[in-house]
């Protein structure tokens, strides 16, 4: 049976998710056939290491702004001679470069984006909608349909499409997650779990009182 989704994304930049707790939840996506994918919390190269020797293979950076700094979070991942990346995998071989994608969440990631898209090794340019709309003064959302939000989106999708790299962006709902698909993105959430459990108790909710 084919998994319902191609990866899971770990937040550790937004949660309350324990250092304790990681190979568990990498192992359950394992098991389920999807990519265990990790948000940053930083750029510290030690604890981006030590993530993909638990067996991440794909890392999101928060707020990328610029070509060096994207060329820096690459750099991390990479064994000698190519980077400093100690080599000692816990639970599995780091033999594969991990997925990297670069967030386009700031005023200074959006002029840089065409920069940042063509860094070798960065896979994606991922956008992150709440923290680029505070940047471009239109205040926190997601699901976006702002005319200076879609704007910066068409600027983002030209920076990616130039270099030939992916293109991805955070999504809270099933509609807005297709239309971003149709629109050419090729990594969505589709989904949060938070936004799951309050779906799914205003659906029993409905039920209950109809």
């Known amino acids: 049976m084919s998994p319902a989704v191609d990866a899971v994304t770990v937040d550790l930049q937004h949660s309350e998710i324990r250092n304790s707790r990681l190979a568990d939840l990498i192992r359950a996506i394992d098991l389920g056939g999807a990519h265990p994918m990790a948000r940053l919390a930083g750029s510290d190269p030690a604890e981006i290491g030590r993530l993909l020797d638990l067996g991440f ?5 928060p707020n990328v702004t610029s ?16 980077g400093p990346r100690s080599y000692g995998p816990v639970r599995k071989k780091g033999e594969a470069d991990p997925w990297l994608w670069a967030m386009i969440e700031s005023s200074e990631g959006l002029e840089a984006a065409a920069q940042i898209a063509a860094v070798d090794g960065i896979d994606g340019l991922f956008v992150g909608p709440g923290d680029l709309g ?3 003064g239109i205040g ?5 349909q702002e005319p200076e939000f879609v704007e910066a989106l068409s600027r983002i999708r030209e920076a990616a499409a130039l270099a030939g790299c992916g293109l991805g962006i955070h999504s809270t709902e099933l509609a807005y997650s297709k239309k971003m698909f149709e629109e050419g993105f090729s990594l969505v959430t589709v ?3 938070v936004a799951a459990v309050h779906s799914s108790l205003r659906t029993v909710e409905k039920g209950l009182s109809s």
Request: glycine fraction near 6%; hydrophobic fraction near 45%; proline fraction near 9%.
């Open 57 to 61: 293979t794909g890392l999101i950076m």
């Open 134 to 136: 505070l940047s471009l």
């Open 67 to 82: 070509a060096p700094a994207a060329a820096r979070f690459v750099n991390a991942t990479r064994y000698p001679p190519r």
């Open 140 to 144: 926190v959302g997601q699901n976006r």
């Open 191 to 193: 989904w949060v779990d």
